[in-house]
């Protein structure tokens, strides 16, 4: 269901604030006063728009799943009057945090990263410290706000919400998650109100890019809700400064819960960003978020604004329930999940043995299509006049990796990679290497079973043959074993250029064998012996 939230007209515009020359360490101010000096210290940062220039896309690409969304219609959600009115003082966390945002950076221009890093984080790192300021002065200050956070080498955080001393990371966890409570997915001002935004509560709309942008937003929800199991669901955002915020949920499953749009502001660029009011308006719907996930994860801070402000706990509370609800399925939903999963089933049962049949003769592509579940459909190129007419369908993966350049899919059943390129240019230098090594293939290196593209964005992969698991180490024994595959790809005027122990495979047998050839090429160094790294980017 997509549209604007209802009845959400906010009395921020109506509130009248103090002298900004009352904001020193120590001093008593109103929330709302908070509100308005974070709309004038913005107002002066900002750059005045090209008037000539036009619309553009917002970023995106592909991601390993993809996720089906649920839409909810997003209660009323902005900062009371109660909360507006409501004071706090300025300590020191609160003092710095002003500091900042006075002294940040003139915003150069409407792109993605100058609007994230210079105006939305630096006013939900404000916000932050406001909403926890009427904790006791006892208490330690816990929430921060962060901007272009990568996490795990995949998954990238726009406007970061920091706690400390919250619940512990669960074992296994990379410590660079300690502490990750929620994030806020920022677009470009620049596509404001363009179609693919404008579709993304709407899960009938798969343009590509909106599709895309889902998936994005599923796959950091997904995060999130793994650094949190104690929480039913994780509540987090996407966000196109200052015309639209959708409030998004995740429990940890393929769906994604997307409210409808906060703002709903209907201006595109460049006039969107020329208008005060609509700054105004999205600092405080960003404040109600803020609160709404503060509130939703750290009991200190309802247990300190609940009883004043019971409106806007009213909010929170409408606002946690439409999330919950909507990813909750229905009874038909349920039915419905359970027969298309058991369909499923059963064609990945059928396609099995034809698949382990075709793979074992190397002759994968007499077939037209592979597909599984939460995955694109990839179509398989080939040179033959008769293929398969049906679609074979693929068990989920064991293991999947990606990078900037790829995402790579490891199968059990049959033993197969498939490396899906997001740069044609990767795709068919590597490809070419293969073709070079022909001989080679099964005897040191992958096979190449298939190649092709994904029919949705013409992506294109190959189709390899698993060789077996990633190595974290290798000894010098191993490395001189595998020396004469090394030196045969030499001998065809290649160099493989990222020779590493995560390049490395091991069958169940023992066999070793080299992978991921997209550095190699023809090498013009006389002195290059691709030399062994001990290093490798995880």
């Known amino acids: 269901?997509?549209?604007?939230?209802?009845?959400?007209?906010?009395?921020?515009?109506?509130?009248?604030?103090?002298?900004?020359?009352?904001?020193?360490?120590?001093?008593?101010?109103?929330?709302?006063?908070?509100?308005?000096?974070?709309?004038?210290?913005?107002?002066?940062?900002?750059?005045?728009?090209?008037?000539?220039?036009?619309?553009?896309?917002?970023?995106?690409?592909?991601?390993?799943?993809?996720?089906?969304?649920?839409?909810?219609?997003?209660?009323?959600?902005?900062?009371?009057?109660?909360?507006?009115?409501a004071h706090v003082i300025i300590n020191e966390n609160l003092f710095i945090a002003l500091g900042i945002l006075k002294k940040s950076h003139r915003i150069k221009k409407y792109d993605e990263q100058s609007v994230t890093k210079d105006a939305v984080k630096p006013i939900v790192a404000l916000l932050l410290a406001t909403f926890e300021a009427r904790i006791p002065a006892d208490h330690d200050r816990q929430w921060d706000a962060a901007d272009c956070v990568k996490l795990?080498?995949?998954?990238?955080?726009?406007?970061?919400?920091?706690?400390e001393g919250g619940p512990p990371l669960p074992d296994g966890f990379a410590p660079e998650l300690e502490g990750l409570e929620s994030a806020i997915e920022m677009k470009s001002p620049r596509a404001c109100n363009l179609s693919e935004i404008v579709s993304f509560t709407n899960r009938f709309m798969n343009a590509v890019v909106t599709q895309q942008i889902r998936d994005q937003v599923g796959k950091q929800g997904s995060l999130l809700k793994k650094v949190h199991p104690e929480q039913p669901f994780v509540i987090h955002g996407l966000s196109l400064a200052p015309a639209h915020l959708f409030p998004t949920a995740s429990n940890g499953s393929s769906i994604l819960g997307i409210g409808s749009d906060l703002l709903a502001v209907g201006d595109e660029y460049p006039s969107v960003v020329t208008k005060p009011e609509n700054w105004l308006e999205y600092i405080d719907k960003v404040g109600a978020l803020t609160f709404t996930i503060m509130?939703?994860?750290?009991?200190?801070?309802?247990?300190?604004?609940?009883?004043?402000?019971?409106?806007?706990?009213?909010?929170?509370?409408?606002?946690?329930?439409?999330?919950?609800?909507?990813?909750?399925?229905?009874?038909?939903?349920?039915?419905?999940?359970?027969?298309?999963?058991?369909?499923?089933?059963?064609?990945?049962?059928?396609?099995?043995?034809?698949?382990?049949?075709?793979?074992?003769?190397?002759?994968?592509?007499?077939?037209?299509?592979l597909k599984q579940r939460d995955v694109d459909e990839i179509a398989l190129d080939s040179s033959l006049s008769w293929r398969f007419p049906l679609s074979l369908s693929l068990f989920p993966p064991h293991s999947i990796h990606e990078t900037a350049q790829n995402i790579v899919y490891v199968y059990s059943y049959p033993k197969i990679v498939i490396k899906l390129f997001r740069n044609e240019k990767t795709f068919a230098n590597e490809h070419a290497c293969y073709k070079r090594l022909i001989d080679l293939q099964g005897r040191g290196i992958?096979?190449?079973?298939?190649?092709?593209?994904?029919?949705?964005?013409?992506?294109?992969f190959l189709i390899l043959s698993h060789e077996g698991e990633k190595l974290d180490k290798v000894s010098d024994l191993e490395k001189t074993a595998l020396q004469q595959v090394v030196d045969a790809i030499h001998k065809r005027g290649l160099h493989h250029h990222d020779l590493h122990p995560r390049n490395v495979v091991r069958d169940s047998k023992g066999n070793l064998s080299i992978i991921d050839f997209g550095y190699s090429r023809a090498c013009t160094d006389t002195e290059c012996t691709d030399d062994w790294k001990e290093w490798w980017a995880s």
């Not at 904001?23 to 008037?51: C, I, S, T």
């Not at 806007?312 to 027969?339: C, D, H, I, N, W």
């Not at 992958?446 to 994904?454: D, F, S």
Request: hydrophobic residues 35%; aromatic residues 6%.
């Open 1 to 85: 269901m997509s549209g604007t939230a209802s009845s959400n007209t906010s009395p921020i515009h109506g509130f009248v604030p103090a002298d900004s020359s009352s904001f020193n360490l120590g001093n008593e101010v109103r929330v709302g006063d908070v509100v308005y000096l974070a709309h004038r210290a913005l107002m002066k940062r900002l750059p005045e728009p090209d008037l000539q220039e036009t619309g553009t896309k917002p970023s995106s690409h592909p991601q390993p799943k993809r996720y089906r969304s649920t839409q909810f219609e997003s209660p009323a959600l902005f900062l009371t009057k109660e909360v507006l009115e």
């Open 295 to 369: 509130c939703h994860s750290d009991s200190r801070i309802s247990d300190v604004w609940y009883e004043d402000c019971p409106d806007q706990r009213r909010q929170v509370q409408s606002m946690t329930s439409a999330a919950g609800k909507a990813l909750q399925p229905t009874p038909v939903e349920v039915v419905l999940t359970y027969f298309w999963a058991a369909t499923s089933l059963v064609q990945q049962a059928v396609s099995l043995p034809l698949l382990l049949v075709l793979t074992h003769l190397r002759w994968l592509n007499l077939t037209r299509t």
């Open 152 to 163: 795990e080498n995949t998954v990238e955080l726009d406007v970061v919400m920091m706690r």
């Open 446 to 460: 992958p096979v190449v079973l298939a190649t092709g593209v994904c029919p949705s964005d013409r992506r294109p």
